[in-house]
């Protein structure tokens, strides 16, 4: 590990490792850092109580966007369906067409979409799409007969949440110019997705961080609230 700056020394000073922060002592500790040349993004990594089997997947749609959402959406649809995804303003929208454009090595894409229809194409492209995280799959909704309101959902900055094979989610949630509530909501709604489709799962750690700041230990139990 590189040298750690002067201001990172600094902000590791102000944090108590023995301590588990509640959300609102962590966001405010967070917001009291040094402060960088850059606009900071800040993280939540949240450990799962899972076994080694299983993978949340879902979305989030933060409240207050973390930066760019002009991503290129690619949608594979056919039909009245081409129509609705232009004028939902896809980027691209075909099927056999992309599917070969595809298979030539082309992935000028960021977000692939695709209708149920249009699936029988799609799957023929799992090799390469799927490996890249661009295969469409109906529990991050993006396998759907809704093309423009997924495209409206990623264009206001929709997020996808997946764990890993160790239970650990790793997200930005905001940026360190947005205000403690802002934040707060932010993570409030990453919380609550998760719940919603893992009801009963435990939250067995979660660490707040900056890009360039040391991490901040959250006591799960000061999330209650979202479980209610």
Not at 22 to 42: C, H, I, Q
Not at 59 to 74: E, F, M, N, Y
Request: proline residues 4%; charged residues 30%; aromatic residues 4%.
């Amino acid at each position: 590990m590189g040298r750690r700056s002067k201001k990172y020394i600094k902000a590791a000073g102000m944090v108590d490792r023995s301590k588990l922060y509640t959300l609102d002592e962590a966001l405010s500790l967070l917001k009291n850092f040094p402060s960088t040349r850059f606009d900071e993004t800040v993280d939540l990594v949240i450990k799962l109580g899972m076994s080694g089997k299983e993978v949340l997947r879902t979305t989030v749609v933060l409240p207050h966007q973390t930066g760019s959402s002009r991503k290129k959406i690619l949608v594979f649809a056919k039909g009245e369906k081409v129509k609705e995804a232009q004028s939902a303003g896809a980027d691209f929208v075909g099927a056999e067409d992309l599917a070969e454009k595809i298979n030539s090595g082309w992935l000028d894409f960021d977000v692939a979409i695709a209708t149920p229809e249009a699936m029988p194409v799609v799957v023929k492209l799992a090799r390469i799409l799927g490996p890249r995280g661009l295969m469409p799959n109906p529990r991050n909704e993006t396998v759907t007969s809704d093309v423009s309101g997924v495209i409206k959902e990623i264009r206001s900055g929709r997020k996808e949440i997946k764990s890993d094979q160790h239970g650990i989610i790793q997200l930005g949630v905001a940026k360190i110019s947005h205000s403690i509530q802002q934040i707060k909501e932010n993570c409030v709604e990453v919380f609550k997705s998760i719940l919603k489709v893992k009801p009963y799962v435990e939250f067995r750690s979660i660490t707040l961080s900056s890009t360039m700041g040391p991490g901040i230990k959250i006591d799960p139990r000061s999330i209650k609230i979202v479980k209610e």
